[in-house]
């Protein structure tokens, strides 16, 4: 069995998911390590299993993933592709906030990653048609 899926079991990801500080400190550093590991599948379904607890309403969850998405800096490389570097981190930013409002749309028809790609692509794009 994977370390992640050791690491990042149902029930670890449910403490964190209700703020147990313990929790919270081991499932950031296991999301982390899987990112630089490019650990794919199982960094997957651990943050699709924390978009739910998110979506519905689990302030710590949303605050787990806010913050794996911005110290793993994957939106970086989507924003890039559409906006110049120097507007690189208002997008970032606003792509957070876009991801924090619309967290409770997530569906597992999709990867959470793919999800986290079109509204970084959805908002770079909005902010690209302001510019102009």
């Given amino acids: 069995m994977d370390a992640l899926c050791v690491q990042l079991d149902v029930e670890l990801l449910d403490r964190a998911s209700a ?27 651990a943050l699709t299993h924390l978009a739910q607890h998110a979506g519905e309403g689990h302030a710590a ?7 794996f998405v911005r110290q793993s800096g994957a939106l970086r490389p989507i924003i890039g592709r559409y906006v ?14 876009a991801v924090q409002r619309s967290i409770g749309t997530f569906q597992e028809r999709s990867r959470f990653m793919t999800w986290l790609h079109s509204v970084g692509v959805n908002t770079a794009l909005a902010h690209q048609r302001a510019q102009y």
């Fill in 84 to 97: 110049p570097d120097s507007d690189i981190e208002d997008v970032e930013q606003q792509t957070l906030i």
């Fill in 19 to 45: 703020g147990n500080a313990v929790a919270l400190a081991t499932v950031e550093s296991e999301l982390l390590r899987a990112w630089t590991t490019r650990d794919k599948r199982e960094l997957d379904a």
């Fill in 61 to 67: 969850a949303t605050e787990i993933v806010l913050r």
